[in-house]
């Protein structure tokens, strides 16, 4: 981990936990709740399962894994999380603070870390942008929620064709078109899936030949039957 101190960035932060806040208004808020900016080399650990969360962050390039080991070894992906969006804060709101979950460094990155209770808890400065801060941080918190729920909805079926068409109507929905481009490569859905890249690489062919879906790549269209 290399730490760094970069206010530029400030300003190019788009993450929704901002909503609402002006640009100007970003740095004395972040120097009031007091931050830190840091870089990681892919693979590394940010947290590990069962750390005690007190920070939140949010990534301003590359990405990070929201990752789940079972007792033997394997791993899977859950959400892979992308420039301006957050990672930490369902763990770091509970009582115990603890993580259930690994995060990984899976592209170089730099990430933007804030302490969560100054966060949630208005400044004795009493900044008029506090109170938006604390909504947006809640509409994250549901909106990542739902974005697990999706997964269980996805990893319950129990055949990978069944997995794939879930996933892929999701993303189609929330797309809002059935021409659409998915986040993940290959390994990558074969984790979130938790299913063989062989095997679903097998049967994305199968369903292409069928005439259920077309692809190149990550960008995919669901034909209409």
């Known amino acids: 981990m290399k730490e760094t101190t970069m206010p530029a960035l400030i300003e190019q932060i788009d993450s929704p936990l901002f ?26 650990i940010l947290a590990f399962e069962g750390e005690h969360l007190k920070h939140i962050g949010i990534v301003l390039s590359g990405a990070v894994d929201m990752v789940k080991e079972d007792l033997w070894g394997n791993k899977t992906m859950l959400l892979r999380i992308r420039r301006n969006a957050m990672f930490g804060e369902t763990f770091a709101c509970g009582e115990d603070d603890l993580s259930v979950v690994t995060f990984q460094v899976s592209e170089d990155a730099q990430v ?7 966060v949630m808890h208005s400044c004795t400065m009493a900044c008029r942008f506090h109170h938006r801060l604390i909504e947006n941080m809640v509409s994250i918190i549901a909106d990542k929620n739902r974005d697990l729920m999706r997964k269980v909805e996805v990893v319950s079926k129990r055949t990978i064709r069944e997995k794939l068409l879930a996933y892929l109507s999701i993303q189609a929905q929330v797309q809002g078109s059935r021409y659409f481009e998915i ?35 990550n960008c995919f269209r669901i034909k209409e039957r």
């Not at 806040?21 to 931050?35: F, K, N």
């Not at 933007?112 to 100054?118: E, N, T, V």
């Open 19 to 44: 909503a609402g806040i002006r640009q100007e208004d970003r740095r004395a808020m972040l120097g009031c709740i007091g931050y830190h900016v840091a870089s990681f080399s892919k693979g590394q």
């Open 112 to 118: 933007l870390f804030l302490p969560f209770a100054r």
């Open 183 to 217: 986040p993940l490569g290959r390994v990558e859905l074969a984790e979130y899936l938790c299913v063989d890249r062989s095997a679903l690489t097998r049967e994305l062919a199968k369903m292409r030949e069928e005439g259920l879906i077309d692809y190149d790549k």
